[in-house]
């Protein structure tokens, strides 16, 4: 009991010392949501541009030490095609596949406006930002799409919005969703007659 109490105190004093989070951004707005994967999407592009590297700086002394460079071209050609692969395509997918994954979403209130925080291709923080109007949504729901932000493809966990009426305003559905009761209640009033 005791050593819990004192480590608990600590959480709470480390709490108190820290007066901001690291994500608050008065100038973007209030914070609405954090992408729980934004450490393992940053982890693993990581890991994908460091084996490149390494994949580049190797690759002559791999061709000299094993006389790849004797041999045919046809082993040749496997042999540049199998790395490159790994060193080009494997980086240029995955940030294809990443880059719409929305680290943090802020929201202004009185402009309506979104600013959505993803990672670039050189694993810097890129801020887009974007008027409630611009978002559309996908007729087909797509893997790694939950919204566009104009052209851009953003994908967020709607499960991770604290607040459900942020994700419903952004997604526009707190629009769409009132005229859906109006007809509602007119349907329910043309039957009762």
């Not at 693993?44 to 041999?71: A, R």
């Not at 009185?110 to 923080?125: F, S």
Request: charged share 20%; proline share 4%; glycine share 6%.
């Amino acid at each position: 009991g005791f050593i819990f109490q004192v480590t608990s105190f600590q959480g709470v004093a480390v709490r108190s010392l820290s007066t901001s989070s690291p994500h608050d951004h008065p100038e973007h707005g209030r914070l609405v949501y954090k992408g729980n994967l934004a450490k393992t999407v940053l982890g693993v592009k990581f890991f994908s541009y460091s084996t490149s590297v390494f994949n580049l700086f190797m690759m002559p002394y791999i061709m000299l030490k094993s006389g790849i460079g004797v041999e045919s071209l046809l082993v040749q050609a496997a042999f540049y095609g199998l790395i490159g692969l790994f060193t080009f395509v494997t980086p240029v997918t995955l940030h294809l596949l990443t880059k719409g994954y929305v680290i943090r979403l802020y929201y202004k209130d009185e402009v309506d406006t979104y600013t959505a925080i993803t990672y670039n291709a050189i694993l810097a923080e890129k801020v887009t930002v974007f008027h409630q109007k611009d978002v559309k949504i996908p007729d087909i729901t797509k893997m790694f799409t939950t919204f566009y932000a104009k052209t851009k493809s953003m994908l967020v966990n709607p499960t991770l919005f604290p607040n459900p009426q942020d994700y419903n305003h952004l997604m526009g559905y707190d629009k769409s969703s009132f005229f859906k009761f109006e007809d509602l209640e007119e349907v329910k009033e043309a039957d009762e007659r």
